[in-house]
């Protein structure tokens, strides 16, 4: 019995704080999810993540046209190095246009990498011809479908975020903004599937056909997958592209709301500062004069038995 009922002890100390944290943290959530920025900033993060996701079936189209598994990899390895690089030209040009437009910079500058998007993915997937001769010119457009449409993160979304979300919490919003783009997202490659298969037209190859007969279909296939891509990518990319156009409007507010509430928060932590002072002033005060009071009672006692013996004698 004494385990058990320590056992539940412990069991509520380590509960506690937990559903404390739960609790808080639910707050937060409901607090900043009020926020017209933040709604927009999750609506759109929706539509380009699935875009984003789309791109699962990159892979598969370049193999389908020819390339061999090596061609594809050094393929994708330029798309992610486009990438990587998009992102901090993408950041350091953000910052320019925030100090020139702090109201809209870093929003005009999103709108346009997922407006580029629409066009460049065309070329590629629409355009170019399904023939691995053609490696050289699909690896320059992938890194440049990979600078250009890679900005909107670090130029708009994140420092957004550090603007309109309390600092206590931004950890925690992060991962909530990006539990609801990863939910939809994930959709993304099913729905390529589909529109590959059921309205393109992609079909797989009949066991036993011949060489010439298998690369034929393999380039049919990449073509229907290549218009089922386009579909899943360009579509949201549009989407995205107009949600941002909402932030103009929001932004602007909300961040002059998220500075007066640090603002008042600021404030509040110095009076809190001071008054602990203070008290320990006027604690310090009045002990003094217990202090003195008790010397005075002290030196009235000794005085005391003297006046006694002489009245006796």
Not at 219 to 247: D, M, Q, T, W
Not at 270 to 283: A, F, Q, T, V
Request: charged share 15%.
């Amino acid at each position: 019995m004494i385990c058990v009922s320590l056992g539940i002890e412990l069991g509520k100390e380590f509960i506690s704080p937990f559903g404390q944290m739960s609790k808080d943290l639910i707050n937060e959530a409901k607090s900043v999810i009020r926020i017209p920025t933040f709604q927009v900033i999750v609506a759109q993060g929706v539509s380009g993540s699935f875009a984003g996701s789309a791109w699962a079936f990159a892979p598969v189209w370049l193999e389908l046209i020819g390339f061999s598994h090596e061609e594809t990899a050094f393929l994708r390895t330029i798309f992610v190095i486009g990438v990587s690089l998009g992102g901090l030209f993408g950041g350091g040009l953000g910052d320019i246009l925030a100090k020139r437009l702090p109201n809209s910079g870093g929003i005009i500058l999103s709108q346009i990498t997922t407006g580029v998007a629409i066009p460049l993915t065309a070329v590629l997937l629409l355009v170019l011809p399904d023939d691995p001769s053609t490696a050289v010119m699909h690896g320059l457009v992938l890194f440049i479908i990979g600078f250009f449409t890679s900005w909107a993160a670090p130029a708009t979304n994140n420092p957004i975020f550090a603007e309109i979300v309390p600092e206590k919490s931004r950890t925690s919003i992060y991962a909530l903004d990006e539990s609801f783009e990863s939910m939809l997202a994930s959709f993304a490659p099913a729905t390529v599937g589909i529109l590959a298969q059921n309205v393109y037209g992609y079909k797989p190859n009949v066991v036993g056909s011949s060489n010439s007969v298998e690369i034929e279909t393999d380039r049919e296939n990449a073509a229907a997958l290549g218009k089922a891509l386009y579909v899943a990518i360009c579509i949201p990319s549009a989407i995205c592209c107009f949600i941002y156009a909402f932030l103009h409007c929001t932004y602007p507010r909300d961040r002059e709301r998220a500075r007066m509430d640090m603002l008042i928060v600021s404030e509040m932590q110095m009076l809190d500062e001071d008054n602990p002072s203070n008290d320990l002033e006027i604690d310090y005060e009045e002990a003094t004069l217990g202090l003195d009071d008790i010397d005075d009672k002290l030196s009235l006692l000794s005085h005391q038995p003297k006046s006694t013996n002489m009245e006796g004698q």
